[in-house]
C-alpha cells in the first residue's frame, strides 16, 4: 500500500497569512492525526479526525483547525499566522486494532516557515 | 494531562555497543507504548510497541521492556549500527474517543560512531 502523502513539502508564508495542509492517509485508513514539530516543544498532538468528525483534539489555539472529507483525506488550516507556528507539521493515520486506532504511519511532513 | 519524561537527550556509543535508552510517564491509564525512529529529515517510524499486559518485547537486536508500576519503559539496542544513528522518540497511549493518543517523549539522538 502506499504511504501516508502530505502536501506541499514546504511553504513560506508572511505573518498573519493563513495557510492551507493537506493529508492522504494509507488507503483503508479512517483515522488521521497532526502533529507539530518543534525543536523546542518536540512532537505535539494538535488534533485527530475519525470518518469526518473530530474526535480529540490537543491544547492548541482555536487559530488551529481541521477538517477530514468523506475519502480520509484531512486538511488542516492555521490563520493568523504568528512566527512561532514555524514548525514540521506531520499528519499520521491509523485504523482500527479491535475496537481502537493505536500505531500512528506518519507522512513525510510539511516545513511551514513564517517570516 | 499525560508527561512523558525521555533520557538521555544525546546518546554516543561505538559501533557493536549496546545503547538503552529510558522513559517514564505519569498518567497510568496509559497502556499503549510505541517507539519511532526519525532520521535526518525523514519522517517519524515505528520501530516498537508494547502493551500494558506485556512486560518485555523482542525484535532482533530491538527490545522493549514495560514496568507498569512504576510507570517506566526502555528500549535497548543491541550490537549497534552506524545505521541506527538517529533520534528515537518514546510514547505513551491513552484511549480516548476511540483512539490512542500518544504524548511524546522529546527525543533521543542516538549517535554510533563507526
Known amino acids: 500500500k502506499a504511504g501516508v502523502t502530505q502536501t506541499p513539502r514546504y511553504l513560506i508564508k508572511t505573518r498573519g497569512q493563513q495557510v492551507t495542509l493537506s493529508c492522504s492517509p494509507i488507503?483503508?485508513?479512517?483515522?488521521v492525526s497532526w502533529y507539530q514539530q518543534t525543536p523546542g516543544q518536540g512532537l505535539q498532538f494538535l488534533f485527530e479526525?475519525?470518518?469526518?468528525?473530530?474526535?480529540n483534539k490537543g491544547n492548541f489555539p482555536g487559530r488551529f483547525s481541521g477538517r477530514q472529507f468523506s475519502n480520509s483525506r484531512s486538511e488542516m488550516n492555521v490563520s493568523t499566522l504568528e512566527l512561532g507556528d514555524s514548525a514540521l507539521y506531520l499528519c499520521?493515520?491509523?485504523?482500527?486494532?479491535?475496537?481502537?486506532?493505536?500505531?500512528?504511519?506518519f507522512g513525510p511532513g510539511t516545513r511551514l516557515t513564517v517570516l | 494531562g499525560e508527561n512523558v519524561e525521555q533520557h538521555p537527550s544525546t546518546l554516543s556509543v561505538q559501533e557493536g555497543d549496546s545503547a538503552v535508552i529510558k522513559c517514564t510517564y505519569s498518567?497510568?491509564?496509559?497502556?499503549?507504548f510505541p517507539w519511532y525512529k526519525q532520521e535526518l529529515g525523514k519522517r517519524p517510524q515505528l520501530i516498537i510497541d508494547?502493551?500494558?499486559?506485556?512486560g518485555e518485547k523482542k525484535d532482533q537486536r530491538i527490545a522493549v521492556t514495560l514496568n507498569k508500576t512504576a510507570k517506566h519503559f526502555s528500549l535497548h539496542i543491541t550490537e549497534t549500527q552506524p545505521e541506527d544513528s538517529a533520534v528515537y522518540f518514546c510514547?505513551?497511549?491513552?484511549?480516548?474517543?476511540?483512539?490512542?493518543?500518544?504524548?511524546f517523549g522529546r527525543g533521543t539522538s542516538l549517535i554510533v560512531h563507526p
Open positions: 499520521a493515520s491509523s485504523t482500527l486494532t479491535g475496537t481502537y486506532t493505536d500505531t500512528q504511519y
Open positions: 488507503s483503508g485508513h479512517r483515522s
Open positions: 479526525y475519525f470518518s469526518e468528525t473530530q474526535r
Open positions: 498518567d497510568s491509564a496509559s497502556n499503549y
Open positions: 508494547i502493551r500494558s499486559n506485556v
Open positions: 510514547a505513551a497511549s491513552k484511549a480516548s474517543g476511540g483512539s490512542y493518543i500518544p504524548t
